[in-house]
């Protein structure tokens, strides 16, 4: 199969999500103006991607299996066909709900 996504923007996440870091990912995307990035196809297995900025990020049949995604912003993302995505969605959406719930409390 081919490689469909932006291997710099790859790896610069790949490098953020090994040091369980997102903030240099982050101001990347501030920097950038949250600019489409191409990540179709990527193998994202096992990422550290909490409160990573996605927004505008295309992750189509992207494989997010046993990815941590805690508070991701997925605004505008493309998440069609992705593996496991609705575990992802899941992560976003009990993070969300956990704020909420704290913000109650």
């Known amino acids: 199969m081919a490689f469909w996504y932006d291997k710099k923007a790859y790896a610069l996440l790949k490098k953020c999500s090994d040091k369980l870091d ?15 990035v191409n990540l179709r196809y990527a193998n994202l297995e096992n990422f550290y991607l909490i ?4 927004q505008n990020v295309d992750l189509q049949n992207t494989n997010f299996n046993k990815a941590k995604c805690t508070g991701a912003n997925v605004e505008n993302a493309n998440i069609s ?6 575990i992802y969605i899941q992560y976003i959406l009990f993070s969300s709900l956990g704020a909420l719930l704290l913000i109650f409390i």
Do not use: G, I, P
Not at 22 to 36: A, F, G, P
Not at 51 to 54: F, I, M, R, S, Y
Not at 81 to 86: D, P
């Open 22 to 36: 997102m903030r240099e990912w982050n101001e990347y995307r501030k920097v950038t103006n949250h600019s489409l």
């Open 51 to 54: 409160d990573a900025d996605l």
């Open 81 to 86: 066909k992705s593996f496991n995505w609705s």
